[in-house]
Structure formats: structure tokens, C-alpha cells
């Protein structure tokens, strides 16, 4: 069974950044996608930024231009660079792999984290 291990949350004040990693026990082919998501308090798990094997990227709206996700040549390790940080982006933040194309849907991935938790305050 692959695991995923996140590394990296922290606390950062407003404009802020930090750098979250996640790094997969074995690497498979059939990790079509790997990708970030966060859950904040009292929300709904909700996805940040995903990489797919073809090396297509895709950011939700909310931190376009803040955040970059970079995965390493051997495919066993996916980055986010976390920029200019927001209240609003405090949550746990959650490393998932999936066997079909990506998407901001939870049920699209098969294997998550622990989860690595980010505060920012104000």
C-alpha cells in the first residue's frame, strides 16, 4: 500500500509563505494525478492545486498567483510553494494521488496524507 507523508505547515503571519511537501513511499504509474487539497475549519475538504502524469497543472481560483505545485522528475515528490498567504487559507493541508484524470472532486483519489496543518494569522 503507498502512503503519502506531508511535511512543511506551519504558522505564518498575512503575506507570509511556506513550502508544504509530500512524499510518496513508492512511486506507481498509476498515479494519473497527485494533488493538494485543503480542509478548513468547519469547511469542506476542497482542492488547492494538482499535477497529472502528463505534467498538466491546474489551480483553483482562490490562490492562483500565489501558490506553484512542482513535482520532482521522479514523480515521488509534489511541492507547494505557498505565497502570499491569507487568513483564509489556514486549514489542514492534505497530499492525494488518483488513478483517473484530475479534478476537484475527493472521489477522484484513492490514497491521502495525514494532512500537514497551515495557520496564517493576521
Known amino acids: 500500500q503507498v502512503k503519502l507523508v506531508e511535511s512543511g505547515g506551519g504558522s505564518v503571519q498575512s503575506g507570509g509563505s511556506l513550502r508544504l511537501s509530500c512524499t510518496t513511499s513508492a512511486y506507481s504509474y498509476e498515479f494519473y494525478c497527485m494533488a493538494w487539497f485543503r480542509q478548513g475549519p468547519g469547511k469542506e475538504r476542497e482542492g488547492v492545486a494538482a499535477?497529472?502524469?502528463?505534467?498538466?497543472?491546474f489551480y483553483a481560483d482562490s490562490v492562483k498567483g500565489r501558490f506553484t505545485v512542482a513535482q520532482d522528475t521522479a514523480k515521488t515528490t509534489l511541492l507547494l510553494q505557498m505565497s502570499s498567504l491569507k487568513p483564509e487559507d489556514t486549514a489542514m493541508y492534505y497530499c492525494?494521488?488518483?488513478?483517473?484524470?484530475?479534478?476537484?472532486?475527493?472521489?477522484?483519489?484513492?490514497?491521502w496524507g495525514q494532512g500537514t496543518h497551515v495557520t496564517v494569522s493576521s
Open positions: 499535477v497529472d502524469s502528463d505534467g498538466n497543472i
Open positions: 492525494a494521488t488518483g488513478i483517473v484524470g484530475c479534478s476537484w472532486s475527493t472521489n477522484s483519489y484513492n490514497v
